[in-house]
Structure formats: structure tokens, C-alpha cells
């Protein structure tokens, strides 16, 4: 019976894939055409309906200050996006080819910065490197200093900082796992034949990875480039990238025709990169022997490899989990000081914000306890991971086939990532206000829009591990009589399970931390966790400050924990192949 | 559009009368809509309230901050989101009256609410509350240097007073804007600059919102900041009670009240355009306008009750200080100029 099946489906397999491929192409552009080009246009038409204020804006994108932004945003992204590679290669490097105790805690840490909101890791950076941080007053201490000696927040270096803070965990997650499933005999061939270890590294290691790392260093410098909480709040108001100018022009000047304008020309800028992106990995990506981790990993046995292991884990917490950590505990100090005491660290243990967060002092109508909250987050990031994979996983297929339509459909796809979050925000609201499409109340309104941005994401995952399967491998298992559904179950899946577990990671902290749209169409009554403590923090009081650090710090371990959850999914030989 | 709505009624009308049952049915709660902007805070009592007296229910759309909410208001006009929309404070009320989109209502309660905060004569909008924004001043730190509080905007660019200041961008946060038209008000459109020249010298520091000013740079809040005057809210020393760990017998900040030195928001709300509730909505704003709202808003939103019959809580009565004499821009001037305003604010002191 399934010998009879596989028989004549064999002969139609050719003939399905010709067929299938814009039936399936229909999802994820039914998606994109909905979700994205739909309010896209609604707010770009409203935006620019009149000529004359049109006019009046195209004048004033010649300003020299527009140059300027521009010019800034640029050059700032290309920094923060080579020193975060320069943090996150040798992380990807430990956490790819090395196994040792911890690793999945590590790799779940460095995750966290990902989803936090602006104002609450600028609070972390400010406990711990304001002029009365914690190290600034322990340098002050230990010197004899009047002043304090690191003043970084409101300076470039703040913004620097911030941005790899937020998206190491980007190149960690993307190149690592690429790492570690690159065939480690190649390696070993060049050594045995007399190669340097540099050479080695330069004229094979580097080429396999390169098209990870391009993946990369383009999702980071895209973040870097529309940047924004981190510029307003860390860097100051002096500082303004072209999202930032696209913020205020929206919100605060209601010059709708030059908000459109300068969106436009974010998004040629995002456009060209990304074809530009496309260009190199297609000369740089070649199918491999994917291997598993379980014969590329090594233990660290030797005295050198695990000192350079201790420093690459130092810096990674020291950059990426110490904020985090400074906020965590100031979230359990009282943070008054005793009556007559006028100390700058105050000092004395209590679990009081945490408790208060359980607590409706005020029989306010939109309160909701951290286990609700929580619950609306998590609603929204499931639903989030479902959407993009369920979108992800057959887009990111029939873009390994790199046919024409998949070329030519590759850079639209990624056109969501560096759309102005403001304009799409108000375009979500222009555009699903009405029939046919009244989604405003709909619960399903947030998880579209995080999809939107998480989709990206998760073809970029998938990519790289789905083009590394040869061909040969699945035209084999077709000559030998499996089905398709049978080539995708055993060839496809095993090979894509570990992709798209760091896929749905990526969608789950994505979705968790998403504030821009968020605070835009949240409901009051279903605040999402960020949205919660931006409204502690919106009023005085000691009790509500430590109270949006007790949340925070509770949205950092239940983030923790989720990442934890997602890494230890395993679906049969899914993840380990 | 309408008459299609109707079709549907009398259709519908049709087949239940045509089932012929014999108990009546139920009014079904009609729903009222409140688009709002984020920091909307009531009790649930209150809401409760009026949702039993008129058998409604209210829903609340919470749309970002102030400007953020008249600007979607405008955006969907045609299609309204709301029935009601409440929180268009004094400096956007002339955008959100130039886009047309509140329908006129004159409370019968009107006649309670003092004429100061009546802005409208057409009563397109109706005021709700009010706030000012003053600078707040960190006690201990004015106590231990044994520091005179500032009597007027000039006394800031004294040299006592140099490095002790942050402000907010008025370009992004609403504080900040209202201690810029304060400025406005006071030295007028051709002498502000100069003076924000003068604070600049004096070592004035300025963050983009309220959040990293108040919490981050402000000494007197519990962020231990490096600044003893920030630009808040006179309603923020009661606020730091409220919500202290243990209840002190005094504020540990206080306002800035000299003459000339706040600037006074006040809060609106109206009836958008188009609305098929507008018996509702107007009972909405009879609500709001009412002892029971009114006596309610401090506590929730930290702002003050237009309405002189509200009483207000003690810790306002003992812990807020109001100023005698705000400065003042009309409502017209912020809107032709504001933007002017921030621009060669921007070009002064960020570039």
C-alpha cells in the first residue's frame, strides 16, 4: 500500500514542486499584503494626499539637518553593529563549538537584554554607570575622587553600548548555531596539511560562516540603523537618527507629509542594504555537510581554551547580564532612605515591591496583577511564534530553492524591519479601524503586529540552515521513493529543527518585548508586561519605582525561563540530528 | 450607510418579533467608547457607577500620550474610534478644534466649573481637570546647603542655582513643553530664547522625558539622581507620600511656586464627531463633571478636579501647593507657534 502510494507519487514530485510554488508563495504575500503593504499605503496615502504640504516637505528633506540625521544614523549603526560582532563572534564561537556546564543558563542570559524595555535598562545602565552609579562611586571611593570619573550616559558611547547590550544576543544566537554544524573535518584537513591555525581560520572557517555572520551583522545594523528608545533615553536629546525624526515629525508635530517622506527614504535605505545583503550571500552561501553538535562540540579540557572560555564569559556578563543584575537587586532594596539618613546607597532588604504588585491600593480599574500581565504577554508571544513559524517555516523552503520569484520576493520580505514602527503603528490604526477589517478590539491585532516584525527574523533563522542542505540529499531520498511529505519529515525537518527552535526564540523575545506598537494598540485593560511598567513609571513615588523594577526583574526571569523552555524543546532527533 | 444599518435593524426586528416568544427580551447593554491616553486612571466603583445607572457598558481605548491620542482622533476622523474622547490637554486643544472633530455640548454642570478653565466658547470641549507643572525641588538637598528656594524663572541662571536643573525636551515630553510655554509666557515669544541661553551657561541639563528626569536625574525621587530641581508636577510631592514605603509627615519634595514659574495644563473632553451614542456620551460628561469622578481623579491621576464642590484628599490638602499665578500662552499662539517655538528651542540648546 505506501510502496504503491510512493510509486506514482514519485513521478508527480517533479511536477508538484512546479505547481505548488505560487499556491505556497500566496501565504506569506497574502500576509505581507494585509498586515504590512495594506496599512503601509493607508498612511502613506493619507500622509502625502496633498500636494501643496507635499511639496512643502520635499522642500524641507533638502534641510542640511536631514543630511545630517541621515548621515549619523548611518555611521552609528555600522559602529554599534562591528562592536557588537566583535562581542558576539567569540561568543558564538564558545557557545557553537564547546560544550561545558551552564551553557544553556549562558546562552538564556545573554538573551534577556533582547526584550527590555528602554526605560528600565536605562535605569540598569544608570545604576550601575551614572554619575552616582554603583561603579562610579566605588572608583570615587577607592580613588579619593570629588567627581565622578565615567561619565558615559547622554555620549555616543552610551548609544554604543546599549546597542551591543541589546543585540549580541542576534549574532550568538544566528552564528553560533550555524557554527555548530559546520563539519570539523574540513578544519582538521588544513591543520594535517600544514595550515596555521590563522590561515586555517582565515581560508576555511571564515568562508563556511561568512554567510551567518553577514545574516547577522545585517539584522543588527537594521535594528541599529531605525534605532530609537536607545538614542531618545540613553543618548540624550541631542542625539537623533532618522526613526527618531520620523518619531517627532509624527507625534510631536503632526507633519504627516514629512513623516512619510523621511519613512520612504528609511526604507530605500533598508531596501537597498537588503538587496545589497542578498547580492554577497548568494556568493558566499554553499551547500554543507551539516554535522551534529554532538561531533562538532568539545569539552574544554585543555588549560588555554578554558582561560579564553572564563574571559569570553566574563565579558559577556560584564556586558550583557551585569545591568540586568544591578537592576534586579535594586528591585530588593529599599530604596528610602531612613528618616535623618541621607546616604546614596540605602541599604536594607525587602521583598515590599514585589509584594505591592499583588496589592489594587487603589481600587483602580485597569489593575492587573503580574500573573495577569504575564499572561496577556505570553498569550501574545505564543501566538506570535505560531504565526511566524507557521508563515517562516514554507517561505523560508521556497526561498532556498532560489528561484527567480524567490529572488525577486527575498528583500520585500525583509522591508517590515526597516519600516518606521510610528508609521506602521499609524497606519495599523488607520487601516483596521474599518470594514472590511475592523481589528482594533481584536485580540489578534498584537500578535499581527509582532508577527510583522518577527517574520523577518525567522526566515533569516530558517535561511542559512535550509540552503546548507545539499540537494543531492533530498533528490536521493525522491529516487528512492519517499513522498514528499516523507523527504520533508526526515530529510528537511531534522535538518531545520535546530533553526527553527532559534527561530521561535527569536519570535517569543521579540514578541515579549515589543513596546513601539505595543503602547500604540494595547488595550488598558490587557496591558502587555513592558506596557505595565511603563505605568509604574509614570508616576512619582518610591513605591511605584520599585515596583516597575520588581516587574522588570520578574520579566527578566520569566523570559529566562521561557528561553530555557524553548532551548530544551527536542522533537524526537529534531535539534540533535 | 445608515439606511443600510437600519435595513438591518427592522430585519432583525422582524424575525425576532416573528419567533413570536413571549417573555421580552432584555435590552442588551449598549456600549459606551472612551478613547483615552495612557496615563487614564479611575476606580472601578466609579465606572461601575455609571454603568448601572444608564445600563452600559464603558470601554476605554487607551492610545499613547496625549498628543498621540488627539492625533489618532484626527487620523480617523470619518471613522470615529470612540464615542468620547478625553485628555486633550490646553496645549493641543487647537489642533484638535481645527481638525474639526468634537461635536459642541454644554453640560448643565458647566455652570459650576470657574470660567479660567472654560476655553472653548463654542463648548466643543468641556474641562475636566487641571495640573501644573512647577519645578520640584529635592527638600533635604535645599536644607543641608542651606539654599534659598528660586523666586522667579531669572533667579535660575544665578550662579547658586548653576548645575541643579533638569528639564525635559519639549519637543517630546509634555512637561517639558508646558515649562517652555511658561517661559514663553513669561519673557514672550522674543525674550524665551534668551533666557534658555542664560540656563544653558548655567549648566541646565535636559533629558527627552519625564521618566529619566524625574527617576534618573532627580535627587529628590527614589532614582537618587544628581539634580535637586527637576520640571514635574504639583501634584508630585503629594504623590511621593502616597506612595512612599512608610507614610512620612512630610513630602521630601516640594514645588516651586513663585509667580510666573508654572505653567497650568488642563484637561478636556469632548464628544467625537459622528457618534451614534451621543445621549450616552453626553451623560458621560455630565459624570465626569460630577462629584463622584471629580472627587476620584486625584488619587487615580494625580491631577486636580475642576469642579470646586470635590473635595479634595488630604494628602493633596496637606502635601500639594498650587500656584497663585501661573504663566500663561493662549491656546491659539501654542498652536500657530509651538512648533517654531521648539525648533528654535532645538537649535538653542541641543545642536
Known amino acids: 500500500m505506501l510502496n504503491s502510494t510512493n510509486k506514482t507519487a514519485y513521478g508527480k514530485v517533479e511536477k508538484l514542486k512546479v505547481n505548488l510554488q505560487p499556491v505556497l508563495w500566496l501565504l506569506p504575500l497574502a500576509f505581507l499584503g494585509v498586515c504590512y503593504f495594506y496599512p503601509l499605503g493607508a498612511i502613506l496615502r493619507y500622509s502625502l494626499a496633498e500636494g501643496e504640504h507635499t511639496a512643502s516637505a520635499l522642500a524641507a528633506l533638502s534641510d542640511p539637518y536631514v543630511l545630517r540625521t541621515l548621515w549619523f544614523t548611518i555611521w552609528q549603526a555600522a559602529l554599534s553593529t562591528l562592536l557588537t560582532l566583535l562581542v558576539g563572534l567569540p561568543g558564538a564561537y564558545l557557545i557553537g563549538r564547546y560544550r561545558f556546564r551552564g551553557k544553556a543558563l549562558l546562552r538564556a542570559l545573554t538573551a534577556i537584554p533582547f526584550i527590555m524595555p528602554t526605560v528600565v535598562v536605562a535605569a540598569g545602565f544608570n545604576a550601575l554607570l551614572g554619575a552616582r552609579g554603583w561603579i562610579n562611586l566605588g572608583l570615587m571611593r577607592a580613588l579619593q575622587l570629588e567627581t565622578p570619573p565615567l561619565l558615559i550616559v547622554n555620549t555616543l558611547w552610551a548609544i554604543l553600548l546599549a546597542h551591543v547590550f541589546y543585540n549580541t544576543t542576534i549574532v550568538i544566537r544566528l552564528v553560533g548555531d550555524f557554527w555548530a554544524r559546520l563539519d570539523p573535518r574540513m578544519t582538521q584537513a588544513a591543520r594535517n596539511l600544514g595550515a596555521t591555525p590563522w590561515r586555517t581560520f582565515t581560508h576555511i572557517t571564515a568562508p563556511l560562516l561568512s554567510p551567518a555572520v553577514l545574516t547577522a551583522a545585517m539584522l543588527v545594523f537594521i535594528f541599529n540603523f531605525t534605532s530609537f528608545g536607545v538614542i531618545l533615553i540613553l543618548g540624550g536629546p541631542r542625539f537623533a537618527t532618522l526613526e527618531v525624526a520620523i518619531y517627532r515629525q509624527t507625534l510631536n508635530f503632526f507633519n504627516l507629509p514629512l513623516a512619510a517622506l523621511l519613512s520612504l527614504l528609511q526604507l530605500f535605505c533598508t531596501l537597498g542594504l537588503t538587496i545589497a545583503y542578498m547580492r554577497l550571500a548568494a556568493r558566499v552561501s554553499r551547500p554543507l555537510n551539516a554535522c551534529s553538535p554532538q561531533t562538532t562540540q568539545r569539552r574544554l579540557t585543555t588549560l588555554r581554551t578554558r582561560l579564553a572560555a572564563g574571559v569570553i564569559i566574563i565579558v559577556l556578563l560584564a556586558l550583557l547580564v551585569a545591568p540586568l543584575g544591578a537592576l534586579a537587586a535594586r528591585s530588593t532594596f529599599k530604596l528610602e532612605a531612613d528618616r535623618g539618613e541621607r546616604g546614596i546607597v540605602t541599604t536594607g532588604f525587602t521583598l515590599n515591591y514585589y509584594r505591592e504588585l499583588f496589592t489594587n491600593r487603589r481600587q483602580s480599574l485597569f489593575f492587573v496583577t503580574p500573573i495577569e500581565t504575564i499572561g496577556v504577554s505570553l498569550r501574545n508571544a505564543l501566538l506570535t511564534v505560531v504565526l511566524s513559524l507557521g508563515l517562516g517555516l514554507p517561505t523560508a523552503g521556497m526561498l532556498a530553492r532560489r528561484t527567480r520569484l524567490g529572488r525577486w520576493l527575498d528583500p520585500i520580505l525583509m522591508l517590515p524591519l526597516g519600516t518606521s514602527a510610528v508609521t506602521l503603528g499609524f497606519g495599523f490604526i488607520i487601516a483596521f479601524n474599518r470594514p472590511p477589517l475592523n481589528l482594533r478590539a481584536s485580540p489578534l491585532l498584537l500578535p499581527l503586529a509582532h508577527t510583522l516584525v518577527a517574520f523577518p527574523f525567522v526566515i533569516r533563522s530558517l535561511l542559512p540552515a535550509w540552503t546548507s542542505i545539499r540537494p543531492q540529499l533530498r533528490q536521493a531520498a525522491a529516487v528512492l521513493g519517499s513522498s514528499p511529505s516523507r523527504v520533508w519529515r526526515e530529510i528537511d525537518l531534522p535538518l531545520i529543527g535546530r533553526a527553527a527552535i532559534v527561530a521561535a526564540a527569536f519570535a517569543f523575545t521579540i514578541s515579549l518585548g515589543e513596546f513601539g506598537a505595543t503602547a500604540l494598540l494595547s488595550r488598558p485593560e490587557f496591558p502587555t508586561v513592558p506596557v505595565a511598567i511603563f505605568r509604574y513609571l509614570s508616576q512619582p513615588g518610591a513605591l511605584n519605582y520599585g515596583q516597575a523594577l520588581a516587574l522588570s526583574t520578574l520579566l527578566m526571569i520569566f523570559c529566562g525561563g521561557g528561553m530555557l523552555a524553548i532551548e530544551s524543546l527536542r522533537f524526537g532527533t529534531v535539534g540533535e540530528i | ?351
Open chain 2, 1 to 351: 450607510m445608515k439606511r443600510n444599518a437600519l435595513h438591518t435593524y427592522c430585519v432583525l426586528a422582524l424575525l425576532l418579533t416573528g419567533c413570536g416568544s413571549a417573555t421580552p427580551i432584555p435590552a442588551s447593554p449598549r456600549t459606551l467608547t472612551v478613547m483615552t491616553h495612557d496615563s487614564f486612571a479611575v476606580s472601578e466603583e466609579v465606572v461601575a457607577e455609571f454603568q448601572a445607572q444608564h445600563s452600559a457598558i464603558v470601554q476605554f481605548l487607551a492610545a499613547g500620550d496625549a498628543g498621540t491620542l488627539v492625533n489618532q482622533a484626527i487620523l480617523n476622523k470619518d471613522v470615529p474610534l470612540a464615542d468620547v474622547i478625553f485628555g486633550i490637554d490646553n496645549t493641543l486643544l487647537t489642533r484638535a478644534l481645527e481638525a474639526d472633530i468634537l461635536e459642541a455640548y454644554a453640560s448643565p454642570l458647566l455652570a459650576e466649573i470657574p470660567a479660567q478653565f472654560k476655553l472653548d466658547e463654542e463648548q466643543r470641549v468641556t474641562p475636566v481637570d487641571f495640573g501644573d507643572v512647577c519645578l520640584n525641588y529635592d527638600k533635604a538637598y535645599f536644607a543641608e546647603h542651606n539654599l534659598a528656594l528660586p523666586e522667579s524663572l531669572e533667579d535660575l541662571t544665578a550662579p547658586e542655582y548653576s548645575n541643579l536643573l533638569v528639564v525635559e525636551n519639549p519637543a517630546s515630553s509634555s512637561p517639558g513643553l508646558a515649562f517652555l510655554l511658561a517661559t514663553v509666557g513669561h519673557f514672550g515669544p522674543h525674550g524665551y530664547l534668551d533666557f534658555w541661553v542664560e540656563l544653558r551657561a548655567n549648566g541646565v541639563k535636559v533629558v527627552e522625558d519625564w521618566e529619566t528626569a524625574y527617576f534618573t536625574e532627580f535627587s529628590g525621587s527614589s532614582g537618587k539622581g544628581p539634580y535637586p530641581l527637576v520640571v514635574s508636577y504639583a501634584s508630585s510631592p503629594p504623590a511621593e507620600v502616597i506612595f512612599a514605603e512608610e507614610q512620612p509627615e512630610e513630602a521630601p519634595t516640594g514645588s516651586v511656586i513663585a509667580p510666573d514659574t508654572c505653567f497650568r495644563q488642563i484637561e478636556f473632553v469632548g464628544i467625537l464627531r459622528a457618534t451614534e451614542n451621543r445621549d450616552l456620551a453626553e451623560a458621560w460628561i455630565d459624570f465626569m463633571l460630577s462629584p463622584t469622578f471629580q472627587n476620584d481623579m486625584p488619587m487615580q491621576m494625580f491631577v486636580f478636579p475642576v469642579n470646586p464642590r470635590a473635595e479634595l484628599p488630604t494628602e493633596f490638602i496637606q502635601h500639594a501647593q498650587l500656584a497663585a499665578q501661573p504663566a500663561t500662552v493662549e491656546p491659539d499662539d501654542i498652536t500657530a507657534y509651538r512648533e517654531e517655538w521648539i525648533e528654535s528651542w532645538t537649535n538653542t540648546m541641543l545642536r
